[in-house]
């Protein structure tokens, strides 16, 4: 699970956060959520090692993968869930219908296009986030980047010395693969390295590939499915 940092706590709100489409081996605390329910502000969300469900939310969808636990709120008024084990795939039609919080980062889309992106909690203090249609933005305060659509990153939380020093020896070891023959001068010269903030990081970041685009929108469809979110 995340535990970096001071995870948003909002609490129970009481407010109801939207309406089960689908559940599969899922709960609701300590009880089974069933398709039509009411979910609310406050609810944590379990999923089994085989289950998921999904939860529709104004103008956004947030799906639950397998083994996944997240937590509903509200966040700045509009839905917001906080993510602690597993994996979530959220769509949304506009910039505000949503946002993901996965300890002390929150990724929301970044235009009022139509967004889908998917959030993996990877290790502790680690996260891999998957932009497949729109961009999204990734925060910790005021270090604010963005991931393009069909793109993906895995991202380290709160990098301690050791965190970075692994971050230069990776990027230099791929530097090294893609091109044999002009290996970089130095750990962590090469061309793929990220560049960093001045003064204390509150992430670092680095490409893992393109997101796979046919699985994803086959994921995106199943989102939108019955209905598309409207604005």
Request: glycine fraction near 10%; proline fraction near 6%.
């Amino acid at each position: 699970m995340i535990t970096v940092g001071m995870t948003p706590c909002w609490g129970a709100s009481g407010e109801a956060f939207g309406t089960v489409v689908t559940a599969d081996r899922a709960r609701v605390g300590s009880g089974p959520i069933s398709v039509g329910a009411t979910v609310f502000g406050g609810d944590r969300l379990f999923t089994d090692d085989t289950g998921s469900v999904q939860v529709r939310a104004g103008a956004a969808r947030l799906l639950l993968s397998s083994s996944t636990i997240a937590m509903l709120a509200k966040d700045e008024s509009s839905p917001a869930a906080s993510l602690t084990r597993g994996t979530a795939i959220f769509s949304t039609a506009n910039s505000k219908a949503f946002s993901l919080h996965v300890g002390s980062m929150t990724i929301r889309p970044k235009t009022d296009q139509p967004t889908v992106a998917q959030v993996s909690v990877v290790g502790p203090k680690q996260l891999m986030v998957r932009s497949t249609r729109g961009s999204v933005t990734v925060a910790v305060d005021d270090d604010v980047r963005e991931i393009p659509e069909g793109m993906a990153y895995r991202i380290v939380l709160d990098p301690s010395p050791s965190d970075l020093a692994a971050v230069d020896r990776e990027t230099a070891d791929a530097d090294m693969d893609a091109n044999p023959a002009q290996a970089p001068q130095g750990v962590g010269a090469g061309k793929h390295k990220q560049p960093r903030r001045a003064g204390r990081s509150h992430f670092i970041w680095f490409a893992i590939g393109i997101a796979s685009v046919a699985t994803f929108f086959a994921v995106y469809e199943a989102v939108q499915s019955p209905s598309k979110p409207s604005n």
